[in-house]
């Protein structure tokens, strides 16, 4: 029985394209080395799991629930960074690349300023390792922006949940170049989200936001 | 020795920081209600002294920020908890609690953790003796086998976290357990050696190798100081 193989999705710039906010080493490191290792144990994983339902073998299907969530969740996660940043140059970079996006987060938060405040709060405020995401929920007809966090490498993939952006607040994603500065890093990283993608996620749907695992399958 | 004493000094400290305070007195408006402040202990060895094992730039940033951040951020919240023992206000101290959990719990591992480790020179790497060496080879059958267990439960934590060679008070028996982020060593287990898996531990000098890391460490592992926590 075979169970789907992911491999490590291109980053849709260069390494060192995000500079001076985040090092070509980081980088380097954070795509080729800590994303291909959450890929590797996924794959891992998934055929020991297939090979577990294969015989029927449920006791080891639980058992490997916590590694594929979290590992799949790595995978997610960073799929989902690569393509929420851009170069601070390029027009993507922008808040004007999401006008409608925009619109909703100063109907929720008041302005722009308050809107990053708060993420700012929240990414200080977790405990650990984990992400900071801006979140659409869809409730009927209805959807809402809310900024929430995630330990560990645990996914958004909620009831009627798509990731507008994340933020990566483990330590591999700053730490070589901030080290403890960890304001200065959630300062800095606004200048490289990438709003172009932020607005594409936000009219989309959640299938439109996580066609890029699709893709490396 | 001076570093003994600066090593029960450090315990002790910590110790008194993580004892739930006493319940504070009516007081002035604008008393300050904590009593003692937790300090950032000494380290018993230079920043330099753990090398090749762990660099002195990560030492230093170790103890002199991360650590000293716990130190400072417990003391603070703490005073905010007192404040609100005062206030009668029951919803802060319940939302305080975690801050205390977090940078208390980071502020005592740190303090187990620089007493846990010594220079090679200074009897680092020096494998167990004793009581602590024969619960050890009762649990694990050898000084190896067991390093091999703990550096798989090291390599186990998702996230952030630490493990930790522990004493089961009911039993008496050790045993290897992992507490994710700062999570302290309290209630029915005694810690008697802990390993630090933040990649702050480790990044500048191991990046994504955290394997090598853990292997390195035994190399300047206190035995000494963890025979002195068994009972």
Known sequence: MSAPSYSLPPLPYAYDALEPH??????????GKHHQTYITNLNAALKTQAEAVHTADITSQVGLQAAIKFNAGGHINHSLFWQNMAPASSAEAKTSAAP??????????????AFYDAFKTTLLGIQGSGWGWLVKVETGKEQRLTIVTTKDQDPVVGKGEVPIFGIDMWEHAYYLQYLNGKPAYVENIWKVINWKTAEERFLGTRADAFKVLRASI | ?????????????ALRAAVPSTPARAGIAGTTFVRGKATLPDLPYDYGALEPAISGKIMELHHKNHHN????????FSEQIAEAKQKNDIAAQIALQPLINFHGGGHINHTLFWENLAPTSQGGGEPPTGALASAINDSYGS??????KFNTALAGIQGSGWAWLVQDTQTGKVGIKTYANQDPVVGQFRPILGVDAWEHAYYLQYQNRKAEYF???????NWKAAEKRLK
């Open chain 2, 1 to 13: 020795m001076n570093s003994t004493l600066l090593r029960t000094t450090a315990v002790r400290s």
């Open chain 2, 143 to 148: 000084l190896d086998a067991f390093k091999e």
């Open chain 1, 100 to 113: 409608e996006l925009i619109k909703q987060i100063k109907a929720t938060w008041g302005d722009e300023q």
């Open chain 2, 69 to 76: 951040t716990y130190v400072t951020s417990f003391n603070n």
């Open chain 1, 22 to 31: 985040i090092s070509k080493q980081i980088m380097e490191l954070h795509h």
């Open chain 2, 215 to 221: 292997k390195a460490i035994w190399d300047v592992i």
